[in-house]
C-alpha cells in the first residue's frame, strides 16, 4: 500500500488529487482503514507487531501527503504569480483625452482679447419678449425682423432671441445710469435660416460701452485691436456706412483677406474684404428707452457672429460642420 500511494502522489498534480488519495486510503472506507479494521481476526501475538505497522503506513502516509499538498500550493502561488506579473518597464496606456470644440476655442479667444481690453461677460436668457428683442431697441413695428417669417415666435409675443442686442437693453436696465458699462456678451440666437454660411442656430457677440464723452473713434480704435489680436497685426480693417435701429450712425466692419499662419489657410473674397460685424454709436433713443440721458452720456455697440469668425480664422467653407459632431473634423483642433 505504501509503494502504492508513493507512486500514486508523484502523479498528483492539484489538491484535490491529493485529497482523493487520502480518502481512497485513509479515510472511513479507505483501504489502510480495512487493514485495521481486519486486526481483529488476528491472533493476540501478531496483533500489536501488525497494529504498529500499519499506524506507522498511516503515519508515513499522512505526512507524504501534507507535504504534496505543500509543494502544490506552492507551485500554485508560483504560477499565480508569474501570471499576474506586471511589467513596470511597458509604456503607459494615454487615455483619451477630449478637447474643445473649434467654436468655444474662437469663443474663448475672443472673450480673452475684451477680458483683456477690461471687459466684465454677461449672459442673457435666449428666450426673450417682443419688448427686449425690439422694441427697447429702437425697432419701429414694421421693422422686417419682426416678421414671423424671419424670426421664430413661441407666442405672439415671446420669441427665440434673433441677436444678443436685447442685452444692450437689459445691461442698461440693470446698471445705475450714473456708472459705466464695459460689457460683452457671448451666447446663442435663432433664425428661420439654413444654407453653408447659416444655422437656425448660432452664436453671436455683442459689445456694449456707455460712458461720459465715448465717440466713434473709440469704437473703431477698440475694434482694430480686436481684430488685429484674432486675424494678426496685419490685418487690415475697413468701416463701411450702414443701418441698424439702435445704432447711429452704424457701420459694418469688414477685414482684409484672412491668412492664417502655420497650417496656411486664406480666405478670399473677389474684393478683398470680407465682412466680420456690425457696429456703432448707441441710438439716442435706445439710451432714453432704457433709463440714460443721451445728453450726459455716449456709447457704442458692435455684434459678431462667432461660427463667421471661427470659419475666417480656419478656414472652414460650411458652417455646418461645426454641428455634425464628425471626429475627422473635430480632431483637427
Ligand atoms: N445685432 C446686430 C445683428 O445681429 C449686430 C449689431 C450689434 C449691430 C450691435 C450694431 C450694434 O446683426
Given at each position: 500500500i505504501k509503494a502504492a500511494v508513493?507512486?500514486?502522489?508523484?502523479?498528483?498534480?492539484a489538491l484535490q488529487d491529493v485529497q482523493d488519495i487520502r480518502v481512497k486510503y485513509?479515510?472511513?472506507?479507505?483501504e489502510l482503514t480495512a487493514v485495521m479494521k481486519e486486526l481483529?481476526?488476528?491472533?493476540?501475538?501478531?496483533?500489536?507487531?501488525?497494529?504498529?505497522?500499519?499506524?506507522?503506513?498511516r503515519a508515513k502516509i499522512e505526512a507524504a501527503l501534507a507535504d504534496r499538498m505543500e509543494e502544490l500550493k506552492q507551485h500554485e502561488m508560483e504560477q499565480k504569480i508569474q501570471s499576474e506579473k506586471i511589467d513596470i518597464t511597458l509604456p503607459g496606456r494615454k487615455p483619451v483625452l477630449g478637447h474643445m470644440h473649434p467654436l468655444h476655442l474662437t469663443r474663448r479667444c475672443m472673450e480673452n482679447a475684451f477680458l483683456k481690453m477690461g471687459f466684465s461677460i454677461a449672459e442673457g436668457p435666449e428666450?426673450?419678449?417682443?419688448?427686449?428683442?425690439?422694441?427697447?431697441?429702437?425697432?419701429?413695428?414694421?421693422?422686417?425682423?419682426?416678421d414671423m417669417q424671419d424670426s421664430m415666435y413661441i407666442t405672439d409675443k415671446i420669441l427665440l432671441r434673433t441677436h444678443t442686442s436685447p442685452m444692450q437693453a437689459r445691461t442698461l436696465q440693470a446698471h445705475n445710469p450714473n456708472e459705466p458699462v464695459k460689457v460683452i456678451v457671448p451666447g446663442k440666437v435663432?433664425?428661420?435660416d439654413y444654407d453653408a454660411t447659416h444655422s437656425p442656430v448660432f452664436h453671436q457677440m455683442e459689445g456694449l460701452?456707455?460712458?461720459?464723452?465715448?465717440?466713434?473713434?473709440?469704437?473703431?480704435g477698440m475694434l482694430e485691436d480686436f481684430l488685429r489680436e484674432i486675424f494678426g497685426p496685419k490685418t487690415k480693417v475697413r468701416f463701411r456706412a450702414s443701418f441698424f435701429p439702435f445704432t447711429e450712425p452704424s457701420a459694418e466692419v469688414d477685414i482684409s483677406?484672412?491668412?492664417?499662419g502655420g497650417k496656411g489657410c486664406r480666405v478670399c473674397s473677389h474684393t478683398g474684404w470680407l465682412e466680420i460685424l456690425g457696429c456703432g454709436m448707441v441710438h439716442p433713443n435706445v439710451l432714453r428707452l432704457n433709463g440714460y440721458d443721451p445728453d450726459k452720456v455716449s456709447g457704442f455697440a458692435f455684434?459678431?457672429?462667432?461660427?463667421?469668425?471661427?470659419?475666417?480664422?480656419?478656414?472652414i467653407d460650411d458652417l455646418r460642420l461645426f454641428y455634425e459632431d464628425d471626429m475627422r473634423f473635430l480632431n483637427q483642433f
Open positions: 508513493r507512486d500514486q502522489i508523484n502523479k498528483t498534480e485513509l479515510g472511513k472506507k479507505g481483529g481476526k488476528l491472533s493476540k501475538e501478531e496483533r500489536p507487531a501488525v497494529g504498529q505497522l500499519v499506524n506507522t503506513a428666450i426673450e419678449d417682443d419688448y427686449y428683442n425690439f422694441q427697447c431697441l429702437n425697432f419701429p413695428d414694421d421693422h422686417p425682423a419682426r435663432y433664425r428661420w460701452i456707455v460712458d461720459k464723452g465715448i465717440r466713434f473713434s473709440d469704437l473703431k483677406c484672412v491668412m492664417c455684434g459678431m457672429g462667432v461660427e463667421r469668425i471661427a470659419m475666417l480664422k480656419y478656414g
